[in-house]
């Protein structure tokens, strides 16, 4: 078994973390974004898909792109943000199974058109799970971010997706060191016994 992490640790990553509607004017790097990744990969996927795909907005240009692109005051947050990401998912994801998932030829399970609705349900249920390891990783590595939904997906795929049409987009998030300024109160989170049960 795995040593446990410390309080401070999961403070850090859970419950300590919020998502920030604003930014500090601490910069955000392509090596921090490599060190993002190079965490958040290894998360679990199913037969290790990785369906998701990430498009890291870093310049002022691809910020406005994508804030142009939201809604409310989502688009503002975005623009002042030190960076923002959109997580994308690949409905054809199965093709780099034989790199991914090597032992086996796992890429056979999903081939054919009636395999469609599965691939595309496969594809946003783990690339969803790779929005999570990123929240998890960034905060890990000291950043913060602002998950979202708030945007019109279409318009996103065509402006940042364009040239691979079997990707789409899932959800967006901004990232830098957050703004405690920028904070509402906690929303309530329940205890245990209001939203589980063991049977």
Same mark, same amino acid.
Request: proline share 6%; aromatic share 10%.
């Given at each position: 078994?795995?040593?446990?992490?410390?309080?401070?640790?999961?403070?850090?990553?859970?419950?300590?973390?919020?998502?920030?509607?604003?930014y500090t004017d601490t910069p955000v790097t392509e090596a921090d974004l490599h060190a993002i990744w190079d965490l958040m990969k290894f998360g679990p996927t199913s037969v290790n898909s990785l369906p998701g795909r990430m498009v890291w907005c870093l310049s002022d240009a691809s910020k406005e792109k994508l804030?142009?692109?939201?809604?409310?005051?989502?688009?503002?947050?975005? &623009?002042?943000?030190?960076?923002?990401?959109?997580?994308?998912?690949?409905?054809?994801?199965?093709?780099?199974?034989?790199?991914?998932?090597?032992?086996?030829?796992? &890429?056979?399970?999903?081939?054919?058109?009636?395999?469609?609705?599965?691939?595309?349900?496969?594809?946003?249920?783990?690339?969803?799970?790779?929005?999570?390891?990123?929240?998890?990783?960034?905060?890990?590595?000291?950043?913060?971010?602002?998950?979202?939904?708030?945007?019109?997906?279409?318009?996103?795929?065509?402006?940042?997706?364009?040239?691979?049409?079997?990707?789409?987009?899932?959800?967006?998030?901004?990232?830098?060191?957050?703004?405690?300024?920028?904070?509402?109160? &906690?929303?309530?989170?329940?205890?245990?016994?209001?939203?589980?049960?063991?049977?």
């Open positions: 078994m795995a040593a446990k992490l410390s309080d401070e640790a999961l403070d850090t990553i859970f419950r300590s973390g919020r998502s920030y509607n604003g804030a142009a692109l939201a809604s409310g005051t989502n688009a503002d947050k975005i &623009r002042k943000a030190p960076a923002a990401v959109v997580i994308g998912m690949d409905a054809e994801w199965h093709e780099q199974l034989p790199t991914l998932f090597p032992h086996v030829d796992a &890429r056979a399970w999903f081939l054919g058109d009636d395999k469609a609705t599965a691939r595309r349900d496969a594809a946003l249920r783990n690339s969803s799970l790779q929005g999570a390891y990123f929240i998890i990783a960034a905060r890990a590595l000291g950043f913060d971010t602002g998950p979202m939904s708030g945007f019109d997906n279409a318009a996103v795929d065509k402006a940042f997706f364009a040239d691979t049409p079997n990707v789409t987009s899932n959800f967006i998030a901004t990232l830098g060191v957050g703004d405690p300024a920028t904070l509402h109160g &906690r929303s309530p989170r329940p205890p245990f016994d209001t939203f589980n049960r063991i049977v």
